[in-house]
């Protein structure tokens, strides 16, 4: 698996950039929990932030610098990085509201 967005093509970003959500997922290959993040971070971003995000899905088998410029110490991890300020996720993004509260998504949501 190489580097590659699941979401829409990166659109021109909104003048207000914090409407506007960047997500970097870093995953091991196609191992379960890797999927199960990919998969669960696709659904979140669809309930509560349509048609304003871009997802990145980083495989640090293939990419291996990346995840040591971004400091990726576990995987997979998820960072956002709009709207400011960045923040990282631990896991398979599994526990809704604990990614919820951890992005900060509730906080700009609609």
């Not at 979401?7 to 199960?36: C, N, Q």
């Amino acid at each position: 698996m190489s580097e590659q967005n699941v979401s829409k093509p990166l659109p021109d970003l909104p003048t207000d950039k914090s409407e506007f959500w960047i997500l970097r997922l870093y995953v091991a290959g196609h191992a379960m929990r890797s999927l199960t993040a990919i998969a669960n971070l696709q659904a979140l971003c669809e309930e509560h932030l349509p048609d304003r995000y871009h997802i990145e899905v980083i495989d640090v088998i293939e990419d291996p610098e990346r995840a040591s410029t971004d400091q990726i110490l576990a995987l997979p991890t998820l960072i956002r990085a709009l709207p400011p300020p960045v923040r990282k996720i631990i896991g398979d993004l599994s526990n809704t509201e604990r990614v919820l509260v951890g992005l900060e998504i509730a906080q700009h949501s609609h």
